[in-house]
């Protein structure tokens, strides 16, 4: 019995301002780095106390932009730091698995940036390592904890879609070619799977759970890495995700959802906050909802973050969002496709 939606449910999300104030350790203070900080210090309690950079020039520099207390010039002695709660690790994937068990061995909790690593059998040294600690590892995966998904979590959860049957989701952006370029280098993990195909896969994975076949097609950069893939992900059910990644064109960033009773569709991009609509069976459109949290773009990764304390303070050692299996799966169908594509890059269940 599935129920009629004329209106979607509000996101259980509660405001990241309430969620306790965690003090936080930024290793690998790049890009990224530096938005998820502005991110933290502008829509929340959680501060960013500390940076550790390979070179104490960039960390404080990094420190000093961006209103972070202490610079460190290594990663060790960021770890180290008694007064830091949790690591947040944003170096390229390489280095995920790397600076994620630096941190754990020091006692820390771990934010991994997405891929949780470079490939499944890394991924899954993390969760072994947090698990025998006793700290919670989660990957970055934002998507996850965005209001709108949490819609979309809801109406998964009431049977809103009846028995599903095709999932789709494409993440392509334009990055002209450059061979000194973490996108592009296979010795820093390059190509769009790992870095925007990671995405899709988790959105597949998210509705469908784990596949039971992959299949992938699509193009190598000069470099090796794979630049353009379309994957389908089948389940034993026969429910099908159709995926669309590259590095040579921007695309939509449009995600669906689709059943014999109803389907959602997303607003540009998926991967933060937009809107959804749902339609019926029927076509018609039952109910659409716009984002009203003005917390756009990037500035959405507070909402991992907010989550990650409130888990944390309840003692908890593993995300009931996005458990660490769930991130370790969503690198082995990437694993998969990599190898169906023929891409170079660190090795299919290599170690570190
Ligand atoms: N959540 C998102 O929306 C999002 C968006 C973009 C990227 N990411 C993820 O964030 C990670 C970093 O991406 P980014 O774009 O921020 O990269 P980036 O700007 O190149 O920064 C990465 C930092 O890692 C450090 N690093 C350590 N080993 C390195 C090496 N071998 N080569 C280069 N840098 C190295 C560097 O800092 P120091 O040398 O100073 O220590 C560098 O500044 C990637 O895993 C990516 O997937 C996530």
């Known amino acids: ?103 754990i061995a020091a006692g820390k909790h771990v934010l991994v940036e997405k891929p949780l690593a470079a490939n499944a059998a890394e991924a899954r040294l993390i969760a072994d390592a947090a698990r025998a600690a006793g700290v919670f590892a989660m990957e970055a995966m934002w998507t996850r904890y965005l209001p709108q998904t949490d819609i979309v979590r809801q109406l998964l959860d009431d049977g809103a879609f009846g028995e599903l049957r095709v999932v789709t989701a494409d993440f392509g952006g334009s990055a002209p070619y450059d061979p000194t370029s973490r996108l592009f280098d296979p010795a820093l993990a390059g190509g769009a799977l790992l870095d925007l195909g990671v995405y899709v896969v988790s959105w597949a994975s998210f509705a469908l759970g784990s596949p039971a076949s992959v299949l992938a097609t699509g193009s190598l950069a000069p470099s090796g890495v794979d630049e353009q893939a379309a994957l389908i992900l089948s389940t034993t059910t026969g429910a099908q995700a159709l995926l669309s990644t590259g590095l040579k064109a921007a695309t939509p960033s449009l995600a669906t959802i689709n059943g014999w009773a109803g389907r959602v569709e997303t607003d540009s991009p998926f991967w933060s906050a937009s809107g959804l609509r749902f339609f019926r069976a029927d076509g018609a459109q039952a109910a659409y909802w716009i984002d009203p949290y003005q917390r756009p773009g990037r500035e959405g990764m507070v909402y991992e973050a907010a989550a990650l304390a409130r888990f944390v303070m309840a003692g908890l050692t593993d995300s009931p969002l996005h458990p660490l299996d769930e991130a370790i799966g969503t690198l082995a169908t990437i694993d998969e496709a990599r190898r169906q594509l023929g891409a170079v890059g660190v090795g299919y269940g290599s170690t570190l």
């Not at 420190?63 to 690790?89: I, K």
């Open 1 to 103: 019995m599935t129920r009629a939606f004329d209106t979607l449910p509000d996101p259980r999300h509660p405001d990241p301002e309430d969620a306790p104030a965690l003090r936080w350790g930024v290793l690998a203070p790049g890009a990224i780095a530096a938005d998820f900080t502005d991110a933290l210090h502008k829509h929340s309690g959680q501060r960013v106390v500390a940076a550790g950079s390979r070179s104490l020039e960039r960390a404080t520099a990094f420190a000093a932009a961006h209103g972070v207390e202490r610079a460190y010039g290594s990663y060790d002695q960021l770890v180290a730091d008694p007064d830091v709660d949790v690591v947040y690790v944003a170096s390229p994937h390489t280095q995920h698995a790397e600076l994620a068990l630096l941190a």
